[in-house]
């Protein structure tokens, strides 16, 4: 039976994992090819998972044009789409924050186009926006969603004050954090409130932009933006890689790959519901696919933790925007 999950009070059934469309973002990626990237939804959609995840920023739009290629032909009661607004794209390529009523109708109206759908499953709002009034926001939201286009609507990369703001005046029952087991701060104050208020937890990045597949040496170079990472370079990067590829016998003890060890340790944590993994190509979803239902025991999530822990390395925080 395929797995799925209630996301919090949103009441979406959802896989555990999510397609993560990000990687389509060249100015932080690089030009993917497309032929890959539909690839690898049709291996997710196969394998039992349900849950896209993609944003207007995400290559200006062209992220959430590959999805709705891919949604085209498919059962729309079969799939479970969120996406994302925040930003206001000038001609230039230029962006400013825009929450206003105005702009996220007319964003609404033309992510529906681009995928080819009628309604926006889960609609969450990408960043915080200091001068949109929270109740004007939530008004639109609360009017996009009486009118059939959203189903649902939270936020993402909001902190945990932001989220109580908003929350005051909306029914933002869903969050997209950051969080990875080496950059877990969420867990001292957001994961607690959202356990508390049943709201449904989507992380990104739980493999820490590819760093704790368990593919890296610590030597390697990057062309794309994570060639500016501080985790990416020198001794750090390889302090890291070592920690990580130390799992190794603990993920063969379960026959998992190191890759599937981290993800099924994520999702152990009782707030969080769905963690949105990063795809290229059908390998790497498919390597995904084989974490979904899998456990570790109390004793060895422990064990993962200490070895992600060395040197402090688990509190360093990320920077909340570096995907935006």
Not at 35 to 46: H, I, R, S
Request: aromatic letters at 10%; a neutral charge.
């Amino acid at each position: 039976m395929t797995e799925r999950i209630r996301l919090g009070a949103t009441g979406l059934e959802v896989s555990p994992v999510a397609f993560g469309t990000w990687q389509l973002s060249p100015r932080f990626w690089g030009d993917q090819p497309k032929e890959d990237a539909l690839g690898a939804m049709k291996v997710a959609y196969d394998g039992g998972i349900n849950f896209f995840d993609t944003a207007d920023a995400y290559g200006d739009g062209y992220a959430e044009t590959v999805l709705g290629e891919f949604l085209a032909d498919k059962p729309r009661d079969s799939l479970v789409i969120c996406t994302k607004v925040f930003n206001h794209f000038n001609p230039d390529a230029s962006r400013y924050p825009d929450l206003s009523a105005g702009h996220i109708r007319q964003r609404c109206d033309s992510q529906l186009k681009r995928m080819g759908i009628e309604t926006i499953d889960l609609y969450l709002l990408h960043m915080f926006d200091a001068l949109t009034p929270p109740e004007e926001v939530a008004e639109t939201m609360e009017s996009l969603k009486k009118g059939g286009k959203i189903r649902c609507y939270g936020v993402s990369n909001h902190s945990v004050e932001q989220l109580r703001a908003h929350r005051r005046f909306g029914a933002y029952d869903a969050v997209q954090p950051l969080y990875s087991l080496i950059a877990a701060d969420i867990e001292a104050d957001l994961l607690p409130y959202c356990q508390a208020e049943n709201i449904g937890v989507m992380v990104y990045s739980p493999l820490h932009k590819g760093l704790l597949t368990g593919k890296y040496a610590g030597a390697e170079s990057f062309s794309d933006f994570r060639k500016n990472h501080p985790d990416f370079q020198g001794e750090r990067f390889g302090r890291i890689a070592g920690a990580v590829q130390s799992l190794k016998p603990l993920a063969e003890k379960y026959g998992l790959s190191i890759y599937q060890l981290v993800l099924a340790a994520t999702l152990m944590h009782p707030a969080i519901h769905v963690a949105v993994v990063g795809i290229k190509t059908p390998a790497q979803i498919a390597e995904a696919l084989g974490a979904m239902g899998k456990r570790i025991s109390r004793e060895d999530y422990f064990a993962v933790r200490k070895t992600l822990a060395i040197d402090g390395i688990s509190k360093i925080k990320d920077a909340r925007g570096d995907r935006k």
